[in-house]
């Protein structure tokens, strides 16, 4: 060993230390700022049946095994043991079921795969296995969803885990390491049942790496069925009395986790019947896709160094013939094939493609190093390297911007494809206004309605809150509507605003894109005093003033306090209904108010319900007396009340006032009977001044 080698090993801790730390840090760093998932909504509310009843029935067509969920369980029980004190404890508590807490646990997960990564470094060598590392850490889609509460990063971890010590056997025979390798095997397929995929590819690019070695050693005797079928004979011998251990450590593990620890007696049959179905869910789901989409959508937009290195890698163990290169490489080939090949496809499966990239890009970097420095002069050799290395920072720093911007500026927009069905960041303002809410209603007790079809991840975010009821489609079945918060999808909104008796603002969102959703919040909590006010009465009204003449009279303000000489007034107004997206469309330059004064003529006495959608601030007033405060330099936010009216002429004021960006202003109300409509210019007059 040279003087290098030798400071290259002692540097080797160093190294390690440091890629950890930093790729940890990207994996914890602002955890919880993206919205939860579709899936992650799912997965939660699989972890709050776990722990209020201790059972996680396996379900076959859910084909996820149950790992994701028991290495969870300690987790939040941790995570309520801080929340509700050592005094208040109960293991049941599912105050420690938080958006940190669960990805925490595939954040650490992530953390210990790159260790794992590294410590392949007998299979790819030390720099080899610091390459992968690398690339493991920098993958745009490997961080996204390591940063998600669902299986995939569990199936990377155990399979480098299957691998590495199914090599390490292979080089050392100590049994330690088949019964790590075998424990890996089986954690895969509990954590999901589609690990026969897995198994296949691998015994295949185990078979092929073989076969293509046989070839290139330019042996002339055929090769024999009989050798092969042998080989799972001799590997058993090999492990001699371990062998019947192994097996029956496997068997245990997954009857144990399959059947929830002996409370589901079906579980490990189950596991089983899952195939037939993943079968058919491969062929006949809505996720399906093209053969070439990981490449065309993904790999080439978001993993172009780890492609790169690894065809460098893959060309490199054909050109070797060397056979833990060929196994890498047909690894690698084998999984791209058979997730191509599956026409069910979602951008995070798209990581069991990048790993075995990874590893044959590390075997790539291992092997250009040392065949530069066995091939060329020490300086001209380091000439290269240096060059080398250099082109592959460039390309690590390129990559690294967009990943960066993915996963932490740009993780709800689907412009990227990574971005699946996922939620907005405007649930994010959705909850702190929910959370408000309760801080006045008395508590998270207090009753959410929640009626809309598609509301996933909203179970796991409402999870503290017991009494959120999800009524799905059908608002029919529910006798009061009237509720503290309410989430209503936009269809329902008319079946429901009939049905209100409370006061709401109402901020609509895009629970997802193209999924929106309305956030009804009862503006009686506001009062101080609380004194819940239903229908307001104004049944004083008077006829027809003299001289007065259709439409309103407008005026005109600079500013927002309507305040010194209007800008302009106009007599005979009906124009207060307006979207204005940019200050060109403006009629005014902003920040300017607006004021609407005159008398509005009831034909039919009743129950109107009024509303105001504003952006900026907005005010109703009638008969002196306000109707809605929906003031503030805010955006579009919808309040409405119901008023019991008198037939007749009512004083009106309308106030309205923008800052600046987008100006928008809607004036609506519900007649008897009848739906909600844009207020009728008709219906107002003013008296010249």
Known sequence: MNRFDALRRQAWPIVCTVLLLFFGATRLYDISSRPLHHDEGVNGIFMKNLIQTGVWKYDPKNYHGPTLYYLQLVPTWIASYFNDGAASFNPKSISGLTTVSIRLTIAFAGILLLWLVLSCWPMLGRLGAAAACILVGMSCDILFVSRYFIHETYMLVFTVMAVSSAHRYRQTKEPFYAYIAAVGATLMFATKETTVFHFLVLILALACAKATKWLADGRVEPLSWRDAQAAPRRVINGLGQHAPIIFTICIVIWALLFSSFLTNWKGPFDSTRSFFIWGAEGVESGH?????????????????????????????????????????????????????????????????????????????????????????????????????????????????????????????????????????????????????????????????????????????????????????????????????????????????????????????????????????????????????????????????????????????????????????????????????????????????????????????????KVALESDDGSWLTIDDTPIIDNGGDHPVIKMSRTVNLSAGYHKFELKYFDTMGGAVLHFTWAPPGSGEVPVPGLNFVYTPQ
């Not at 978001?302 to 890698?313: A, K, L, P």
């Not at 699946?420 to 309760?438: E, Q, W």
């Not at 799905?472 to 049905?499: F, H, I, S, T």
């Open 288 to 608: 399906v896709k093209n053969f070439f989409y990981y490449f065309t959508d993904i790999i080439l937009r978001y993993e172009t160094v780890v492609v790169i290195f690894g065809f460098v890698g893959i060309l490199a163990a054909f050109i070797r013939a060397d056979l833990k290169g060929l196994f890498l490489a047909y690894w690698t080939l084998g999984m791209c094939g058979a997730y191509s090949l599956i026409p069910y496809k979602t951008p995070w499966l798209v990581i069991q493609l990048v790993l075995p990239m990874a590893f044959s890009a590390g075997y790539g970097v291992q092997t250009i190093y040392d065949e530069v420095r066995a091939r060329l002069p020490l300086v001209r050799a380091r000439v290269v390297l240096a060059a080398f290395a250099g082109v592959g920072l460039f390309l690590i720093i390129a990559e690294g911007r967009q990943t960066f911007r993915v996963n932490y500026h740009e993780y709800d927009k689907d412009k990227h494809p990574q971005v699946y069905a996922h939620t907005t960041r405007d649930v994010n303002d959705i909850m702190a206004k929910i959370d408000a809410a309760a801080s006045r209603a008395g508590g998270k007790k207090m009753v959410i309605n929640v009626f809309t079809d598609i509301y996933w991840p909203m179970p796991l975010y409402l999870v503290q809150y017991p009494n959120a009821r999800f009524w799905g489609g059908n608002p029919a079945d529910c006798k009061d509507p009237d509720a503290p918060v309410l989430l209503v999808m936009p269809k329902l909104q008319p079946e429901l605003d009939a049905r209100l008796k409370d006061i709401y603002s109402i901020k609509t969102i895009n629970l997802r894109p193209g999924i929106p959703m309305a956030l009804y919040t009862n503006t009686n909590l506001t009062n101080p005093q609380g004194v819940v006010t239903r229908t307001l009465d104004l049944l004083v009204s008077q006829p027809r003033p003299e001289g007065a003449r259709s439409g309103l009279r407008m005026e005109a303000f600079k500013g927002v306090g309507f305040a010194g000489k209007p800008l302009r007034v106009v007599n005979g107004e009906t124009a207060y209904d307006f979207n204005w997206e940019t200050d060109g469309d403006k009629k005014w330059e902003a920040p300017f108010s607006l004021r609407w004064t005159g008398y509005m003529n009831i034909e039919r006495a009743g129950l109107y």
